[in-house]
């Protein structure tokens, strides 16, 4: 891997991947902030908004250690063509595991689903949800890419992130910042997502792989590239790639460790 690598943690446990992640957010959410007043992040379904609400709703150790959740706004990296409502809808998981638990004092996000009862058509969904981007990110300028303060994403035991999959002609995909997906190797088939390039234009890039069932996936990842989604993130963003993992997903991965600190 040329130029400048992910950080690649590994936690013992659930537990201190959940601390980190919390501390690592934090310091995103300042720096947005700082930037503009508003932290923009995009979030993955998945196994993802588990460990994401372990993280965001623990009780804050001081003064610092503050989500300050009435300055986000909280944007889908992909969703499936399914209602809000349905068991297989990202924006149900995190609603269920993280939106509906944030104690009223804790503020409240902006949230801009991803709405499938208003079009069913995917690429109508597609320009719509890019419509919203463009509403947030370009406000009436011209802005090529959206910059997102940070993304939250899973990776998948194929290697596919967002609804990004191996070898899909979507990958190639460079003028779009959301695009539609008809034929998704993983049900369901019809989903939308954001774009490798919108991906890779963040100011930070998390991942979230835990459990022994993505080891072998991950050594793929960082050791042969081999062209999947996750390691074309790795790729193009380097350093601004961070990998939070528990040691399970990552045994016999030959890459260095950072210490997270
Ligand atoms: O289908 C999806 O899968 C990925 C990975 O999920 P995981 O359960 O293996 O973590 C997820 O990031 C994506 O949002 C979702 O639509």
């Not at 939106?99 to 996000?109: A, S, T, V, W, Y």
Request: charged residues 25%; hydrophobic residues 40%.
């Amino acid at each position: 891997m040329p130029g400048k690598q992910p950080n690649l943690f590994a936690f013992r446990e659930v537990n201190g991947l959940a601390t980190a992640l919390r501390s690592y957010i934090i310091t995103c959410q300042n720096a947005g902030l700082n930037r503009h007043d508003v932290f923009k992040v995009a979030v993955s379904g998945g196994s993802l908004p588990k460990t994401l609400a372990q993280a965001l709703l623990a009780e804050p150790k001081s003064d610092e250690d503050v989500i300050k959740f009435d300055k986000w706004e909280i944007f889908f990296a992909d969703e499936r063509a399914v209602p809000a409502d349905h068991p297989d809808s990202n924006y149900l998981l995190i609603k269920n595991e993280l939106l509906d638990k944030i104690p009223i004092h804790r503020g409240q996000p902006i949230v801009h689903p991803i709405d499938f009862e208003q079009l069913n058509d995917t690429q109508e969904l597609a320009d719509a949800y890019e419509g919203t981007l463009v509403a947030s990110f370009a406000k009436g300028d011209s802005v090529k890419l959206p910059i997102f303060d940070l993304l939250l994403l899973g990776a998948g035991p194929d290697g596919h992130t967002c609804s990004l999959f191996p070898g899909h002609p979507l990958l190639r995909e460079t003028d779009a910042w959301v695009a539609p997906i008809e034929d998704s190797p993983k049900p369901p088939p019809r989903r939308i997502t954001l774009t490798l390039p919108v991906v890779t234009h963040a100011v930070r890039i998390a991942f979230v792989a835990t459990g022994g069932g993505k080891k072998e996936i991950m050594r793929e990842i960082f050791e042969a590239g081999n062209g999947l989604p996750c390691a074309l993130i790795n790729e193009a963003a380097g350093d601004r790639v961070s990998w939070f993992t528990d040691e399970a997903a990552v045994e016999g991965v030959q890459f260095p460790r950072r210490s997270f600190l």
